[in-house]
């Protein structure tokens, strides 16, 4: 049986599914000939990550496919229900990436509280007067609170990490309940147990920082534009490392322009590949092209996920 990875597999996933017998074609195919591919050269099976979308126009196309894959935790550029009632396989690996996306999180995290993200730009003009005195005021991470909206696998993840380094965690989720979650100090590991809340717009006022792990909306409105900037405690920083679209662009300008939050990274954007450029260059915003979930651990631990499922369902058939 043949597979397309047309947004690329880690070696070891690749490794594993060739010897399993399936035929792996890494080979990138753009999106608008991606149905003429899969029927010219046979593909049985269709693994995607971010990049590359199978709506009910390629699923109606592709007759053959048997099997549509999602490296990573969002099933959003599928459309899953159609492909299902269908009688097409639909899996994802919603476990192998959270430890990444929380880090790339945390990473912000610190770069964004100490300028990081602007003062690289201009240590080449050597003023340093006037540079220390641009990002003299930074603030620690320690002691301050975190609110994660969407609790799931990876805001969970986060949440260990910030309890790890001292801050206190907000988890707004669809639903109340304690999770527990581990944190890993040395040697040993201790729980500590965190309640969710349901309604964000009652804890925006009590967060210093706010990261979002949550999917595009069915209706394709944001969870945070105007009216959730105006609740926010002022000098907040925001982190979207989720999907574009869940933050209101033009609020999220407007929020940095008048001061109400003091900075937001962005690893995903409304209009991926090409986001806007005022985004990509304001002085307040750091940047990242989705990367949340490439890290080498990551993508190994997706790919060997993605052929134990696929070997598990059809084995070598």
Do not use: W
Not at 168 to 185: G, K, L, R, S
Not at 240 to 263: F, H, M, Q, S, W
Not at 271 to 300: F, M, S, W, Y
């Amino acid at each position: 049986m043949k597979i397309l990875a047309n947004d690329g597999i880690s070696t070891l996933g690749k490794e594993l599914l060739e010897k399993a017998g399936f035929e792996v074609i890494t080979e990138k195919v753009a999106q608008e000939n991606l149905a003429d591919a899969v029927n010219q050269q046979e593909i049985d099976m269709i693994l995607v990550r971010s990049a590359t979308t199978v709506r009910k126009g390629v699923i109606d196309a592709c007759p053959r496919i048997k099997l549509i894959g999602r490296g990573g935790v969002g099933m959003d550029n599928i459309d899953v229900s159609y492909a299902r009632e269908k009688g097409i396989t639909v899996i994802n690996t919603p476990a192998s990436s959270s430890q990444s996306v929380a880090e790339l999180v945390m990473g912000h995290l610190f770069s964004m509280s100490r300028f990081l993200n602007d003062s690289y730009k201009n240590m080449s003009t050597g003023d340093f007067s006037t540079l220390k005195k641009n990002y003299a005021k930074g603030i620690e991470l320690r002691g301050k609170t975190i609110g994660i909206v969407g609790f799931g696998r990876i805001g969970q993840s986060l949440a260990s990490y910030a309890y790890g380094v001292g801050m206190n965690v907000i988890a707004i989720d669809q639903h109340e309940y304690i999770a527990e979650i581990p944190v890993n100090v040395g040697n040993q590991t201790i729980s500590i147990s965190c309640k969710t809340r349901k309604n964000l717009s009652d804890e925006l006022q009590h967060m210093d920082f706010i990261s979002l792990h949550v999917p595009k909306q069915s209706d394709g409105s944001a969870v945070i534009a105007a009216k959730e900037f105006d609740k926010m405690k002022k000098g907040s920083i925001l982190v979207n490392a989720a999907r574009g679209g869940v933050i209101n662009e033009d609020d999220l300008l407007t929020a940095l322009d008048n001061g109400k939050i003091a900075g937001c990274a962005l690893d995903v954007f409304e209009n991926e590949p090409n986001p806007r450029k005022d985004l990509l260059n304001h002085p307040k915003i750091a940047c990242t092209p989705h990367i949340g979930a490439a890290t080498v651990e990551a993508q190994d631990r997706i790919g060997e996920e993605l052929a134990s499922l696929i070997i598990k369902e059809f084995g070598t058939k």
